[in-house]
């Protein structure tokens, strides 16, 4: 059975950084575009990042410049490194793959103003 575990959130400062983890386990890891979606408060869960087999990104405009995502391949690991976080960052974290598999827990970040 697949399994998501992400790890890494909590509370922060605005304008600070946080660097979030993602273990997916039993996948073809290496040919699948590994994403980071988050849910604010009251709100749809929304893409925040993805990264493709051949390493391409993609980001929205509301975190362009400040989230940069990166896997390892050798440890079915990808990464969510984020910076100058704003009070509208704050919400659950959570990795998946396209096409979308089973979620996992996520992790809570928090950003106070």
């Known amino acids: 059975q697949v399994q998501l575990v992400e790890s890494g959130g909590g509370l922060v400062q605005a304008g600070g950084s946080l660097r979030l983890s993602c273990a997916i386990s039993k996948i073809i890891f290496r040919t699948k575009t590994l994403v980071w979606y988050r849910r604010a408060p009251g709100k749809q869960r929304e893409l925040v990042a993805s990264?493709?087999?051949?390493?391409?990104?993609n980001y929205p405009d509301s975190v362009k410049g400040r989230f940069t995502i990166s896997r390892d391949n050798a440890k079915n690991m990808v990464y969510l490194q984020m910076n100058g976080l704003k009070p509208e960052d704050t919400g659950v974290y959570y990795c998946?793959?396209?096409?979308?598999?089973?979620w996992g827990q996520g992790t809570q970040v928090t950003v106070s103003s």
């Open positions: 998946n793959t396209i096409p979308i598999i089973t």
């Open positions: 990264i493709g087999s051949d390493l391409t990104t």
